[in-house]
């Protein structure tokens, strides 16, 4: 299959600037890393190039005896530490691994030991992923408020000019000519109570003649004839002898004072924001002001989450060797922030066939699940994408933690991403692989890249890229820098709890001052706080009990 062909699925209609030729060329390491994923020879593998499939020799054992003699300290591995705040400084003993061990090059049906292909290089497996869908689902339009989170489809043009009439910006009078000025009062004003003048949303159609004035409020239309609005505090009123009232001026109003011009933001027909434009509350704001009643936005993915495990609970403290689910309380509302509309988290039982059939009656467009990546006894994920005739497209990925993550098309635009059962190696696993996905298929824009300086000295691994949990420090000696979190262990989510972003570890490590690229986490702007899914009350994340799907 050829490059093309992997991505030539029927476009969504929106340009894709993915579609340049990357550095790495087309086809090549991309088919290469792609058949090997799927247990075939790739198409040339030169010398010395490309992925090598090796044998596993131990039993459940991905990488072997040397990644058993090496867990301890393996990225898989957590290094000791001291109870301590996850803001302290980086432990060097946290990351070191060896190399992957020998495995059979023949892919047996069932869980256990199975052929590994070589994990594709972190880069590769972000592109891999954001090129795995041709294009972002199809624009639906809907009520403003359902497009929220969504991307435009379209580009945003103003439906009116806006202002879209001359606007009163201050609380005072409209004005016509030179003061000092005679003060009328608007026809319908009342005899009893405070003369109120033109008020917001109440039209005049009487025109200002030269020489007078009239009370008016800030967001009133301001009435033909006026040449400038004086501010109530610049102003002051004297009675006249013959009954009327005289308003004075310490200083002159030059024309167009304190009054908003028609189309002073924009014309009516003038772009206000480009197709691809992320629907923010702002924007929002803005679509309301213009005009719009609803908006064509990209339809979010369906997700669903299934999390896999035995040994998971939903409530309560760990019992009897049993722990609590850490990941369906995590991944609804983060797939949420990275656009998804998310079905309620279903739990499953560590049997092929439950697997199977959850996987095999699913309708998302996006499948995520947890767990059973691995080899172990009851991994289930890749016999079952086996038995699904699925095509794996990433098939672990050379990150730390997270390396078995996988990532595979189910069907003709239904994708399945395969995270790790350890809550770090899961959220790598989500950045790495479901989020470059997702914002192909939302038609979100890529984050610019962000490089900030390392507040002190990472270890890497010696062939993986380190993902590990960071957060700002901002100090007038230093400027802004990315401080190393303690408890990145795979295993832990203390670190990646306090963190602001995800510091890209090249292999090898990085020394203090080393500018690494940050991956950022959906939330430190907060837009999408305060998300309640429909189908959960506040803090039950699974729902109503006929939706759990399992037993927990
Ligand atoms: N022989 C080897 N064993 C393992 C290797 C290896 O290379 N050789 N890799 C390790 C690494 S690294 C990871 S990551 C895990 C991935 O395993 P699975 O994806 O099959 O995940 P599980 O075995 O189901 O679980 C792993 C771990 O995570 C806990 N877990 C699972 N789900 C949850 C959840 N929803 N909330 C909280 N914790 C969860 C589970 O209890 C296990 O402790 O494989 C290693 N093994
Ligand atoms: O260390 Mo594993 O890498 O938890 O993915």
């Known amino acids: 299959m050829t490059g093309r062909e992997w991505g030539g699925e029927a476009g969504g209609g929106v340009g894709r600037p993915w579609d340049e030729p990357s550095a790495e060329g087309r086809g090549d390491p991309f088919d290469d890393a792609l058949a090997l994923a799927n247990g075939r020879a790739p ?4 010398p010395g190039e490309g992925p090598k499939i090796t044998t596993v020799t131990a039993p459940y054992a991905a990488g072997g005896a040397v990644a058993a003699a090496s867990s301890a300290t393996d990225g898989g591995g957590d290094a000791p530490y001291t109870p301590d705040d996850p803001f302290a400084p980086d432990d060097p003993a946290a990351a070191r691994s060896g190399p992957s061990g020998p495995v059979d ?9 199975r052929p590994t292909p070589a994990a594709v290089p972190w880069h590769t497996a972000r592109r891999l992923a954001e090129r795995a869908a041709p294009g972002p689902l199809a624009p639906e339009t809907s009520a403003l408020g359902a497009t929220l989170g969504r991307t435009l489809a379209a580009p945003l043009t103003a439906l009116t000019d806006l202002p879209s009439f001359d606007t009163s910006a201050m609380d005072g009078w409209a004005v016509a000519g030179p003061g000092p000025w005679r003060l009328d009062q608007p026809a319908d004003a009342s005899e009893a109570g405070p003369p109120s003048g033109i008020l917001a949303g109440h039209a005049s159609t ?3 003649l030269d020489g007078h004035a009239i009370p008016i409020a800030t967001g009133a239309r301001v009435p033909s004839g006026a040449t400038a609005v004086l501010r109530s505090e610049h102003g002051e009123v004297r009675e006249l002898s013959d009954g009327g009232r005289r308003l004075y001026a310490p200083r002159p109003a030059p024309p167009g004072q304190d009054i908003r011009p028609r189309g002073q933001e924009c014309r009516r027909g003038d772009q206000l924001l480009p197709a691809g434009a992320l629907v923010t509350p702002a924007v929002l704001g803005l ?5 719009y009643d609803e908006l064509t936005a990209y339809r979010r993915p369906r997700g669903e989450v299934f999390v896999l495990g035995d040994e998971l609970l939903d409530e309560g403290l760990p019992r009897d060797g049993r722990i609590r689910d850490a990941l369906g309380p995590m991944l609804a509302p983060w797939l949420h922030a990275l656009g998804v509309e998310v079905a309620a988290p279903r739990h499953l039982a560590d049997e092929a066939d439950a697997l199977y059939a959850a996987l095999a009656e699913s309708t998302a467009d996006v499948v995520i699940t947890t767990g059973g990546t691995a080899s172990g006894p009851v991994d289930h994920v890749h016999p079952t994408l086996r038995r699904l005739d699925a095509e794996v497209l990433v098939d672990g990925v050379a990150v730390r933690p997270g390396h078995p993550m996988l990532l595979a098309r189910l069907a003709p635009r239904r994708y399945l991403v395969g995270l790790p059962g350890n809550p770090l190696a899961a959220v790598s696993g989500l950045l790495t692989l479901a989020e470059p996905l997702l914002r192909t298929l939302t038609a979100r824009r890529p984050a610019a890249p962000y490089r900030t300086p390392l507040a002190a000295a990472v270890t890497g691994h010696p ?3 380190r993902l590990i949990p960071v957060s700002y420090r901002d100090d007038e000696r230093h400027g802004l820098t990315a401080v190393p979190l303690r408890f ?3 295993a832990m989510l203390r670190g990646i709890a306090a963190a602001e972003g995800l510091a890209v570890v090249p292999p090898g490590g990085a020394e203090r001052g080393t500018e690494l690229e940050i991956l950022e986490l959906p939330w430190p702007a ?3 706080a305060g998300w309640t899914p429909g189908w959960a009350a506040p803090g039950d994340p699974y729902g109503p009990p006929e939706a759990t799907g399992g037993r927990a």
């Open 488 to 490: 990145h262990g795979p």
């Open 105 to 113: 090059p023949a892919p047996p049906t069932g869980p256990g030991p």
């Open 43 to 46: 198409l040339r593998v030169g």
């Open 287 to 291: 679509a309301a002001a213009a005009g």
């Open 463 to 465: 062939r993986d890229t």
């Open 526 to 528: 907060g837009w999408s």
């Open 206 to 208: 009487e025109a200002l």
